[in-house]
């Protein structure tokens, strides 16, 4: 059995969160999570399953899941599915107040008008206008 995450351990992948006070998460394991590796063989990369959250989060929530797929050096055996972690929120996330939701909305609404503005060609620019 090969290590990957031991207990407690705050994982690289960060949880969105919609409409908190910040717009990323820590993201913390719950119970130490190993696979059965093959010797000589390198260790794989955990997939971390982390899907949007909504505001508020409370501290050990949990928000998703670690897995390790089948791949070269990780076998398992027929019908047996890959072994799941459950992660969870290593701080709580508060509700942002009204005035910050709504300046981010704002600013979300700006980048995707500099997104389409920046596909479009001159000439498009100047059809606009």
Do not use: N
Not at 34 to 59: R, W
Not at 98 to 106: G, S, V, Y
């Amino acid at each position: 059995m090969t290590p990957i995450l031991r207990t407690g351990e705050i994982v690289p992948a960060t949880l969105h969160v919609a409409e908190g006070t910040v717009e990323s998460a820590k993201v913390r394991t719950t119970s130490a999570f190993e696979v059965l590796v093959e010797k000589g063989q390198a260790v794989p990369e955990p997939t971390y399953d982390l899907p949007h959250t909504k505001a508020p989060i409370a501290a050990d929530q949990q928000v998703g899941t670690v897995t390790i797929e089948p791949a070269g050096s990780v076998r398992y055996l027929d019908g047996e599915q890959p072994p799941k972690g459950t992660l969870v929120a290593a701080e709580p996330v508060e509700m942002a107040s009204f005035l910050t939701r709504m300046t981010r909305a704002f600013s979300d609404f700006l980048d995707e008008i500099r997104l389409v503005l920046g596909k479009l060609s001159l000439v498009d620019r100047v059809e606009m206008l």
